[in-house]
């Protein structure tokens, strides 16, 4: 079975950068879902300092994401890149269950 995420080169170097100044107490970084935003979704990332029960765990190129139960349907087949900018640095998901993304890029939407 192919892992729910998949993360480019870049974001898994940037999770390393991100997880060398992090708590001692981080494990990894989550990735969850929230409602929000103007298309109705928006992705969420943070720092896990535990493992729930039951989060899904990506180890990929030499870091841990730890997916969320309740986002894993959102997520399927998605890769997780990251893109740095003159201005701007963010991590980016190419999510193929995407319906609808909102002009800002900040929200999504999947039927």
């Known amino acids: 079975m192919s892992p729910v995420i998949k993360l480019s080169e870049n974001a898994a170097n940037r999770i390393k950068e991100i997880m060398s100044s992090a708590e001692k107490d981080a494990l990894g970084v989550r990735v969850s879902v929230k409602s929000g935003g103007c298309a109705g979704m928006s992705y969420v990332m943070e720092y896990s ?13 030499g870091v841990k994401v730890f997916i969320d139960s309740a986002a894993v349907m959102y997520l399927l087949g998605t ?14 998901f190419n999510n193929p269950n995407e ?12 039927e």
Do not use: Q, W
Not at 51 to 58: A, K, R, S, T, Y
Not at 99 to 110: A, L, M, N, P
């Open 79 to 92: 890769e997780m890149d990251y893109k740095k900018e003159d201005f701007t640095s963010t991590f980016v």
């Open 49 to 61: 300092k535990e493992l729930n029960p039951n989060d899904e765990v990506i180890e990929d190129k």
């Open 99 to 110: 319906t609808e993304r909102c002009g800002c890029g900040e929200s999504f939407k999947v």
